[in-house]
Every structure is written in C-alpha cells, then in structure tokens.
C-alpha cells in the first residue's frame, strides 16, 4: 500500500524568507502523480502545484517549487518570498492510476510579519 | 461556474440516526470522490466514482453507502451514525479522458459532521 509521510508537524517562516516543507512517500508503482494541497482555516482544499513522475523536470508555480527526487520517493515543497496569506495546513498526496489518492498528515506553515 | 458544492455545511447527528451528504458539480467531471478528515489528519478516501451507474470502494468505506445515477451528482450516505464518523467530509471532482492520465482533483468547501 502506498503511504505519504510528513515528518514535520509544524513549522514557521518569517514573511519575505524561503521554507522548505518535507515529504517522502512509498510505492512500487513508476506511473503516478505528486500534489501538495493548501487547506487555510476556511477548510477549502486549494492546489498548490502537481508533478507528474514520468517528468524529470520540477514542477513550479510562481513562488511554489518542488524538488522531486524520484529515486528517492521524496518531493518537498520550496515556499520563496513567504506571505502572510500562505499560512495554512499543506498536505502532501500521492495518486497513482485508477483513483487512489493517499494524503500525509500535513504540515502546519505559519508565516510570521 | 460553481465548481464543486456540497450540503449541509454542518450537520448534528445522534446515534443510530442516518442522513446524506449532498455534493453537485458543475464541470462535466466524469470522476467524483468522498474524503474524509479527522481531526490533525489528512483526507482519507471513502467511495470514489468513475462515471454514472459505476462507483468503488476507497481506503474506509465501512459504514457509508454511495450512488452516482447523474454525472453531476455522488450523494454520500451514512445509514447508522456512530461516533467514529465524527468528521470533516470532502467531496471532489476530475476530468479523466481514460488513458490512464489523471487530471487534479478539485474540491468542495467540506461538510462538517458531528456524531453524538
């Protein structure tokens, strides 16, 4: 079964720096998806940003970047520039064909003025 | 274009009462989830559907039924309340064109779901 961890309960940054959020996850499978999910207090689940394993080349989106490490299972998030709006619960997840979506526990980001 | 609704927002259960979670949307997903949250945990899948007339069993499909007779609709049914199902449920949606590439998943706003 495949199972997503996130060793990092809690972490804080302080506005305008860089923080990188850890994820690492187990599969046999070589065709699958990576997501990493913002949930804010409102509880709405917001996409950050999607990798596709069979890409080499990182995925990125504006301020959001991941370095995926497919060798070993590992895709963290790099948060640049932090604001205030970014403090949220961020979920990594992992899907491979046909559906099954697994998350991790989640990180607690709080971003500091 | 609303996305993905669900109903009620928040809903007070007693044990052994049933009720149904309500989830519409409107993007022509052929793919529906139901997710749910505990507390300081991530999403846990329930019933996912592929398309009208078909669904599947997820990660914790005990205690919940599914249907899905419209594309636009996967109402979420729990028959027997018990405490454990003491939640925050998700529904979602995506677009799958059936070559084994997954689209994102979108999500509603979440129903709140307290069992006593």
């Known amino acids: 079964a495949q199972t997503v961890t996130q060793s990092q309960p809690e972490m804080s940054v302080q506005e305008a720096e860089t923080v990188t959020l850890s994820c690492t996850y187990d599969?046999?499978?070589?065709?699958?998806?990576l997501f990493w999910y913002k949930q804010p207090p409102s509880r709405q689940m917001i996409l950050v940003i999607r990798?596709?394993?069979?890409?080499?080349q990182n995925a990125t989106e504006n301020r959001f970047s991941v370095n995926f490490q497919k060798a070993a299972k590992s895709f963290s998030l790099k948060i640049s520039d932090s604001q205030l709006g970014d403090t949220a619960m961020y979920f990594c997840?992992?899907?491979?064909?046909?559906?099954?979506?697994?998350f991790g526990a989640g990180t607690r980001l709080t971003v500091k003025p | 274009n609303a996305g993905v609704t669900q109903t009620p927002k928040f809903r007070i259960l007693k044990i052994g009462q049933s009720m149904t979670l309500q989830c519409t949307q409107d993007?022509?997903?052929?793919?529906m989830y139901w997710y749910r949250q505990d507390p300081g945990m991530g999403l846990k899948l329930i019933y996912y559907?592929?398309?009208?007339?078909?669904?599947d069993k997820g990660e914790v499909p005990n205690g919940y039924n599914v249907s899905r007779s419209t594309t636009e609709d996967f109402p979420l049914r729990l028959e027997l309340a018990a405490p454990s199902q003491t939640s925050v449920y998700f529904c979602?949606?995506?677009?799958?064109?059936?070559?084994?590439?997954?689209?994102?998943?979108?999500f509603g706003p979440g129903t709140r779901l307290l069992v006593l």
């Open positions: 993007m022509n997903h052929n793919y």
């Open positions: 979602a949606s995506s677009y799958s064109k059936g070559t084994g590439k997954q689209e994102t998943q979108y």
């Open positions: 990798q596709e394993a069979y890409k080499q």
């Open positions: 599969t046999s499978e070589n065709n699958y998806y």
């Open positions: 559907s592929v398309g009208a007339g078909i669904t």
């Open positions: 997840a992992f899907m491979k064909p046909y559906n099954d979506m697994r």
